[in-house]
């Protein structure tokens, strides 16, 4: 572990968060590359995603022991980076747990962080979040802040339009949810909030029931 690595423990160490450092020892034990990457050491434009960083570990595990999860559901990551919330969220009783990531680089290290931690149930595909739009799969979406409002417009606009398309209920766990807004107005229901961390995590409902024939 580097110089930084340490320093970042300690000071976790010294804020009390115990659990989020053996979280993180547990990881780097098993090989499981979880570092901060900037955008501009992977040359991706600041108009279209954010800054990574690690969002899986016991404050997520607490909200999805809170929420209800059945082997029906399945989840989707938008901007899972290098799938640290995957492999979070894959504990639970998910049927698929999926990731989007728009840098090959990122993609590759969250599959091999998968596969190191003997995930079959999870793919990560490689594309703009604002062109993806194979959401009907999917009963609960993940973000933590991956991309600008310009981006988090489309991404809305393509989830709703699935679920008109393919009526069902879809949680939206929404990690540092700086476009609520623009959520709510696409007509998301804040459904609970989590104070657990540094950063607030909301959770939001959208639902349509299916039309009879």
Known sequence: MNL???LYLLKLALTGDLRTVAYRARMKLRGIDLRS????QLGLPPERC???ANSGGPHLDVVCKTVSITPADSV???GCGKGGAILTMVKYPFRRVDGVEISPQMARIARENCRRMGISNSEV??????DFTLYDPYTFIYLYNPFPARVMEQVLANLVLSVARAPRSVTLIYNNPVCDPLVRECGFVLQREFRNATLPVRVYGLSRTPQPH
């Not at 990457?37 to 501009?40: A, G, H, L, N």
Request: net charge negative; glycine share 6%.
């Open 4 to 6: 930084q690595g340490v």
């Open 37 to 40: 990457v900037t955008i501009t």
């Open 50 to 52: 954010e800054q990574h």
């Open 76 to 78: 989707l990551d938008l």
């Open 125 to 130: 595909f490689v594309a703009d979040a604002a």
